[in-house]
């Protein structure tokens, strides 16, 4: 056990392993590695859950080498290993911490003869509901979590869209289950779907202003699995007429590449004033002419950052080029390159640097003609 109670850090969680690493729950900033990077610890106190539990608990407070600190409650175990980690401990008894509260000592001795009918009680209502469920859900299920599907990506049971053209992320994920097939629905009718997969990501463009319902859907033992909906507003797209000032400079060429995306939209121009189509990732693509411009939404990253983000740490290097989804305050979720794909990172903005210019190609895909930026090529 290990839970961080105070303001410093409390969004953070323990990495597991022996790494002794501190991850934040929703990626945003760098991870903390506690070796050596602890000056001292401080003990507050020793405790149990309750009674009854075995389990010791220790409450203290950890500070850092640049001065920063956070409380903390967790086992023996863990505390002895972060002990070990630091440049010395204070745990001093003080008078009113005493191990056996006389209190408790006389109410285990009023309870003590009840516990063995208690126990027995306790295990025949166990029996009954693990025969209960199995007779309900099937066999085996009880301890492999319910089956549940969830759209985790927006956040909430609603968002507004007012920028169509960047379309929207969408994240599903299962649990509890294998799924044979994912499928993500809009008002009823599928758009997307995916085979043997337990998360899918598929960025969706609104074809119209609206308001839509966003559903995924799977199947467990023959039934239908159905995530809470998501409502999306989808506000009326401003018509962006091409702006000759943000064009930097633009050439014909002759080069094939190839699209990586989820998939990769293909606009009127570099502005993105008008979407065109997309091009399926991993596609070959024809580019005839390149263009530059300063109206960019690529980001610089300032400094090497290792970030727990699609299930993994991944290191990325200073210098590493991200581009801009959508902005919250100074926190940006932002597109990564990953091998043959497009991920999703939420970073603040202070670890980032704008970059001026942006690069685009006019694509021709069957037998269409578009613009992309070179993000998503390679």
């Known amino acids: 056990m290990f839970k961080i109670i105070g303001e410093n850090y409390s969004d953070y969680l323990l990495s597991s392993g022996d790494d002794f690493i501190l991850v934040p729950q929703e990626n945003v900033g760098k991870i903390i590695f506690l070796k050596d990077h602890i000056d001292h610890i401080q003990c507050i106190r020793n405790f149990?859950?309750?009674?009854?539990?075995?389990?010791?608990?220790?409450?203290?407070?950890?500070?850092?080498?640049?001065?920063?600190?956070?409380?903390?409650?967790?086992?023996?175990?863990?505390?002895?290993?972060?002990?070990?980690?630091?440049?010395?401990?204070?745990?001093?008894?003080?008078?009113?911490?005493?191990?056996?509260?006389?209190?408790?000592?006389?109410?285990?001795?009023?309870?003590?003869?009840k516990i063995p009918i208690l126990i027995l009680l306790l295990s025949i209502v166990f029996a009954v509901f693990v025969f209960a469920n199995k007779l309900y859900n099937g066999s085996g299920r009880i301890f492999s979590g319910e089956p549940r599907i969830n759209i985790i990506y927006p956040q909430g049971e609603s968002i507004k869209v007012q920028n169509i053209e960047n379309g929207l992320y969408l994240e599903v994920q299962s649990s509890g289950f294998e799924p044979k097939k994912i499928e993500i629905l809009v008002n009823g009718s599928v758009i997307y779907q995916k085979q043997n997969a337990k998360d899918i990501y598929y960025q969706w463009f609104p074809p119209n202003p609206g308001i839509y319902k966003v559903v995924a859907r799977s199947q467990n033992d023959g039934k239908d699995l159905l995530s809470k909906p998501l409502t999306v507003y989808v506000e009326a797209h401003e018509n962006q007429s091409a702006r000759q000032g943000d064009l930097v400079s633009s050439?014909?060429?002759?080069?094939?590449?190839?699209?990586?995306?989820?998939?990769?939209?293909?606009?009127?121009?570099?502005?993105?004033?008008?979407?065109?189509?997309?091009?399926?990732?991993?596609?070959?693509?024809?580019?005839?002419?390149?263009?530059?411009?300063?109206?960019?939404?690529?980001?610089?990253?300032?400094?090497?950052?290792?970030?727990?983000?699609?299930?993994?740490?991944?290191?990325?290097?200073?210098?590493?080029?991200?581009?801009?989804?959508?902005?919250?305050?100074?926190?940006?979720?932002?597109m990564y390159r990953k091998e043959d794909s497009i991920g999703l990172v939420r970073l603040q903005n202070s670890y980032l640097q704008k970059v001026d210019n942006e690069e685009w190609y006019k694509v021709v895909y069957n037998g269409k003609e578009g613009w992309i930026s070179s993000f998503f090529t390679k």
């Open 251 to 334: 050439s014909k060429v002759n080069a094939t590449k190839v699209a990586i995306g989820n998939p990769t939209t293909m606009y009127s121009d570099p502005n993105e004033s008008e979407i065109i189509g997309t091009i399926e990732n991993g596609s070959k693509i024809d580019i005839v002419e390149k263009a530059t411009t300063n109206n960019s939404k690529l980001y610089s990253l300032n400094e090497d950052l290792d970030l727990y983000t699609d299930g993994s740490f991944i290191k990325f290097k200073k210098g590493e080029i991200f581009r801009l989804y959508d902005a919250s305050g100074d926190v940006l979720t932002l």
């Open 48 to 113: 149990k859950k309750h009674i009854f539990s075995k389990e010791d608990l220790i409450e203290y407070i950890v500070f850092l080498n640049d001065g920063t600190s956070f409380r903390v409650i967790s086992d023996e175990k863990i505390f002895l290993k972060i002990h070990h980690l630091a440049k010395y401990t204070k745990c001093e008894n003080t008078e009113n911490q005493i191990d056996k509260n006389i209190f408790i000592k006389n109410y285990l001795k009023l309870f003590a003869p």
